[in-house]
């Protein structure tokens, strides 16, 4: 009886966290349009690839900026919503910064994976101050990984729940 509970409990998260994956991306369709392709290896981690196709070569001459910083908040928001299975938290976007030594005009992706000790400390800072400024740091990688720059987003996060004994 027990392990059937447990098997619901489960297969509930998952369900949750799917949900709320998809109602995130389809907020975004121009993203889409782009081509830009998501994936999720793990329940702990997320991956965005924005190719740079030769059409868009002809349109700009290099990714727009406000293009990287959509791509970050959003592979951002997916990877919080993850967090979220487990613990309820409000996120609020607050500013954003880029550190790019050269123009990108190539295919980029974004890599994002936390621990499960990563996310415990980060839900027992918010049960302690309820309100938590946070900055995330992505690195931007080519497609033979190397490293072109980095996307430094300020979050705010604020949790509804308290540290029960």
Not at 105 to 117: G, M, S
Request: charged share 25%.
């Amino acid at each position: 009886m027990n392990e059937l509970m447990n098997f619901k409990t489960k297969a509930d998260l998952w369900w949750q966290e799917r949900r709320g994956l998809l109602r995130g991306i389809f907020k975004n369709p121009l993203f889409f349009a782009l081509g830009v392709r998501i994936s999720q290896p793990d329940g702990q981690t997320v991956h965005l690839r924005l190719p740079w196709s030769k059409t868009q070569k002809v349109l700009a001459s290099e990714i727009p900026m406000s293009l990287l910083v959509g791509c970050a908040e959003m592979a951002l928001h997916l990877h919080l919503r993850q967090f979220q299975v487990f613990s309820p938290v409000n996120v609020q976007i607050v500013g954003a910064e880029l550190e790019l030594p050269r123009p990108l005009d190539q295919a980029i992706e974004i890599r994002l994976k936390a621990t499960w000790p990563e996310w415990e400390e980060l839900r027992l800072e918010l049960a302690r101050s309820q309100k938590l400024e946070r900055d995330f740091v992505m690195p931007l990688w080519s497609e033979n990984n190397r490293t072109l720059g980095t996307v430094v987003i300020r979050v705010q996060l604020q949790s509804g729940r308290y540290l029960s004994n």
